[in-house]
């Protein structure tokens, strides 16, 4: 069975600093897909960044950006120039590819907290 | 935009009660879900649905059943309502087809529900 594994509960960082969270996952497939959520106090869960497996290169969203490594099955997000609006909860998630209604695998949570 | 609502923010039942949960998405999406969030845990699939009618549990169905009548509209309930399901519960929806982008799951607010 697939697990993502988020070992730091709790991450802070100061306004306009770079912060990154850590994500481990395992599994025995070559395809599959990796997520991160952000989940603000508001509680609605928006999708932060995606990355396909079979692409090698990082996957970028503006200030959000990822390390993954394939091999080592590791998969972090870094935070650049951080924002108060930054400060939410943020899940790593995992689908396996090659099925049409792919069932996402979450870590435990990081949460983030910004410092004015 | 993809949107997902969920029929109540916060629910508060009693031992025994039936309580019904729904969840609609504007989006046409084949496929939805049913996870609950617990501090600690992450969120855990419950139950999902890849089409009307269609259901296939998730890693947490005890005491959850589901109903889909229409393609919108995805339905969880609890038969007889127990303190062990305090919990908030998110609703997700996507499309069926693979592929990283069409694998992305959006979210509904989640219901905060309180079973006493």
């Known amino acids: 069975a697939q697990t993502v594994t988020q070992s730091q509960p709790e991450m802070s960082v100061q306004e306009a600093e770079t912060v990154t969270l850590s994500c481990t996952y395992d599994?025995?497939?070559?395809?599959?897909?990796l997520f991160w959520y952000k989940q603000p106090p508001s509680r609605q869960m928006i999708l932060v960044i995606r990355?396909?497996?079979?692409?090698?290169q990082n996957a970028t969203e503006n200030r959000f950006s990822v390390n993954f490594q394939k091999a080592a099955k590791s998969f972090s997000l870094k935070i650049s120039d951080s924002q108060l609006g930054d400060a939410a909860m943020y899940f790593c998630a995992y689908i396996a590819g090659g099925t049409s209604y792919g069932k996402l695998t979450f870590g435990q949570g990081t949460i983030l907290t910004v410092h004015p | 935009d993809v949107k997902v609502t969920q029929s109540s923010r916060y629910l508060v039942k009693r031992t025994g009660e039936k309580v019904f949960l729904e969840c609609v998405q504007d989006m046409d999406h084949e496929n939805m879900f049913w996870y609950r969030q617990d501090p600690g845990l992450g969120l855990r699939l419950i139950y999902f649905?890849?089409?009307?009618?269609?259901?296939e549990k998730g890693d947490i169905p005890e005491g959850y059943s589901v109903s889909r009548e229409k393609k919108e509209r995805f339905s969880l309930i609890l038969e007889s309502a127990s303190t062990n399901q305090t919990s908030m519960y998110l609703c997700?929806?996507?499309?069926?087809?693979?592929?990283?982008?069409?694998?992305?799951?959006?979210f509904g607010p989640g219901t905060r529900l309180l079973v006493l």
């Open positions: 649905s890849y089409d009307v009618k269609m259901k």
């Open positions: 990355q396909e497996a079979y692409k090698q």
């Open positions: 997700a929806s996507s499309f069926s087809a693979s592929g990283g982008a069409r694998q992305t799951q959006y």
């Open positions: 599994t025995s497939e070559s395809d599959y897909y």
